[in-house]
């Protein structure tokens, strides 16, 4: 069955490391997005990603980064300038860039604690 | 500014009661999709619903129907004859392309439905 991978459900950080989140799918879609999910602030954008090699900051890009080497994968990286990491951290792809035409797909999600 | 607008944070009903969820957002674009999610406690989103901008009919699904208003860019959610199962996380949301010409979506905050038995 196609969809969308992340791993680790659950990720524990200490305070200055930086950590990565992974991201895969297997649904051939072009487009792919990070979004954290803080309590009573909904779904905010990190960073997404329209083609290979190619990616834009969204609405809360500092503190993080990512790569997108192959289509099948976005890895997100939480780095240490993160001040405020803990937070539940949701990936998700579409099938092309001109449109949801087909809505999004979403992973089941990270939960990143600093620890 | 906030794109989307879910103005009712909690709602508690009793099993059985109808719950309706608003949804007001904001767009520049003329081409536009709006949709509906479901998060219970698991954390993953359930897709409920898209609708775009050019299809202003109603919708039913057995106990879910949606409004869509383009006069008052409002696109409600009603659970009737709601059940225990319906209790979790609602979000609306609102893809749109803007200046980037890239479809995004941006989220609501939320309401937090909860059906007691």
């Known amino acids: 069955d196609g969809g969308i991978t992340q791993s680790p459900k659950y990720l524990f950080r200490k305070e200055g490391q930086n950590v990565t989140l992974s991201c895969e799918q297997n649904l051939n879609h072009d487009a792919m997005y990070w979004y954290r999910q803080d309590p009573g602030q909904g779904l905010r954008l990190i960073y997404y990603?329209?083609?290979?090699?190619?990616?834009q900051k969204g609405d809360i890009a500092e503190g993080y980064s990512v790569s997108r080497e192959k289509k099948e994968s976005f890895p997100l990286t939480v780095t240490s300038a993160q001040k405020n990491p803990t937070a539940f951290y949701l990936c998700?792809?579409?099938?092309?860039?001109?449109?949801?035409?087909?809505?999004?797909?979403f992973g089941s999600g990270t939960r990143l604690t600093v620890v | 500014a906030q794109k989307v607008t879910q103005a009712q944070t909690e709602i508690s009903v009793v099993e059985k009661e109808d719950v309706t969820l608003d949804c007001v957002y904001e767009t520049r674009d003329t081409t536009y999709y709006l949709f509906w999610y479901k998060q219970p406690p698991s954390g993953e989103l359930v897709f409920l619903i898209r609708r775009n901008s050019f299809d202003e009919q109603n919708e039913i699904s057995g106990r879910y129907s949606w409004n869509f208003q383009k006069s008052t860019s409002s696109f409600n959610f009603t659970i009737t004859a709601s059940q225990v199962v319906d209790s979790a996380v609602y979000f609306c949301?609102?893809?749109?392309?803007?200046?980037?010409?890239?479809?995004?979506?941006?989220f609501g905050a939320g309401t937090t439905v909860t059906v007691r038995a």
């Open positions: 949301a609102l893809s749109e392309a803007g200046l980037s010409n890239d479809y995004k979506l941006s």
């Open positions: 990603s329209q083609i290979v090699n190619d990616f």
């Open positions: 998700a792809s579409s099938i092309a860039r001109t449109g949801p035409i087909r809505g999004y797909t």
